[in-house]
């Protein structure tokens, strides 16, 4: 199979659907038909060839609506011209969220643009990917969080203490939102006021010596997603009174953050009621316990995407984020790829047949490991190609190709991995390499030639194609 197939592979693996069209123009000129064999355009009454912004426009509205729940760009609506926008500010890629209701599903639409050298027209690779698995579970978790975080809040609320949102998002006024033991708490009725109202007579009242410290507790909130403080507070009807408070932070991407916490007046404690002051202690204990259930929630959410890249039992990166990588080159970045590598183990089945499966997966986690240390000293992406062969991308390096592909066949053979079978009693790879980047569509295949070369010649070593 040439590397114009393999790619074509790729895109059917991953891709419901896929299509080109011209964004400067907007006009698309191919039919657009899914694996489920639903031709998109004909569905919305369209017929080739049609403006891209009548496709959106029609599915929209249409009997197959496919109705926008996020667009991750900056862009309100999706359209060629917002499409060209996003290019003219110098990035070549944007992604949208569909939803599906009559499906009951979610795509995501994966656009890689790029400048026609014929026509100087900006053209579009989109990419369909059916995510509705990753987005339920996406969704199931972000139910979790607001349930722990609709706990928190009753947990305050039990401890008579006020519950706040504040909002700071940028290019607009702070925000706050208050509950009533809050409004309570800091003697104000709310009715005519506006968030905005709010959120400036509650700092306008702190005391002017208070204010640097609690600048610094929104800070820290920010910084370390927690903060407590205690400030002096002057009162409508009290006049100084102490209060305690505090609160988790929350980003909200392109936008800004979210804090949300409590408000206690503890005057009382400051004036030495130990008593209060130890309910408070109890209930602020509780509030710490629940903002850790909260932060490992929102560690676990980060974590998801991560782990989409990454291969399992070797810790490089799959398939999925290859692909990735070269629907990128596609957008005008294949000039920095400089060379390619395709390693392979060498008798990887005599070794699992000889020490077990264990003993195998052991050896490609070791050779995973030392792969990506190497990989983020040399500028080096690894991906873990198939079952024991590693494909290796080189982006702008400092050391010569024929340098990289002898010290990596050296590192896994200094990794020493016993093989009691083979001669050279520890495991080895056989690499193949290219360094002509000339025609991209033809690197993997070179190197895939040549360490076939390199197992032929007695393994253990490199080879690189260009001198077969």
Known sequence: MD???????????????????????????????????????????????????????????????????????????????????????GSSTAEVLFYLPGRDSYTRL??????????????????????????????????????????TDD???????????????????????????????????????????????WYSRIKPSSRPYVDMGVKQ????????RTYAWIH???????VHCGGTATKVEGKGYILRGYHSDITEVVNNDTKQKQLLEDALEEVKIQKQLLQEALDNYKEA???RRRDFLTGLRNRQDM???????????????????????????????HYGHTYGDECLKRIGDALR???????????????????????????????IANELVELIYKLNIKRDDLPTKAVTVSLGYTTDNSRYEKMIDKADEAMYQAKDRGKNRAVCYEDL
């Open 236 to 242: 409508p009807v009290k006049k100084e009174i102490f």
């Open 3 to 89: 590397v114009d197939n393999k790619l074509v592979e790729l895109i059917y693996n991953q891709c419901f659907y896929h299509f080109c069209f011209d964004v400067t123009t907007g006009i698309v000129d191919m039919d657009i038909i899914d694996k489920s064999g639903l031709n998109h355009n004909k569905a919305c009454g369209l017929s080739v060839p049609y403006k891209f912004d009548d496709l959106i426009s029609n599915s929209l509205c249409g009997e197959y609506a496919n109705v926008i729940q996020v667009a991750d760009m900056d862009m309100s609506e999706l359209s060629c011209e917002n499409l060209l926008k996003v290019y003219e500010s």
């Open 110 to 151: 994966d656009y890689y643009m790029f400048e026609d050298e014929d026509t100087g027209h900006v053209m579009a690779y989109a990419f369909a990917s059916d995510i509705t698995e990753m987005e339920r579970k996406r969704i199931a978790r972000f139910g979790d969080l607001v349930k722990k975080m609709d706990e």
């Open 155 to 201: 947990i305050i609320a039990t401890a008579q203490m006020g519950i706040w949102h504040i909002y700071l998002f940028d290019g607009e006024r702070p925000r706050m939102k208050a509950s009533p033991k809050m409004c309570e708490l800091l003697g104000i009725k709310p009715e005519g006021m506006t968030e905005e109202e709010i959120y400036e007579d």
């Open 305 to 307: 995407d991560y782990d």
């Open 323 to 353: 692909f990735e990588l070269l629907q990128d080159v596609l957008s005008g970045k294949r000039e920095k790829i400089r060379y390619m590598f395709m390693m392979d183990i060498d008798n990887f089945k005599m070794l699992n047949d």
């Open 373 to 403: 240390d190497y990989g983020r000293k040399n500028n080096l992406y690894f991906y873990r190609y198939g079952g024991e062969e590693i494909l290796g991308i080189c982006m702008d390096a400092h050391k010569e190709a024929s340098v």
């Open 221 to 228: 909130m920010i910084a370390e997603g927690f903060a407590e």
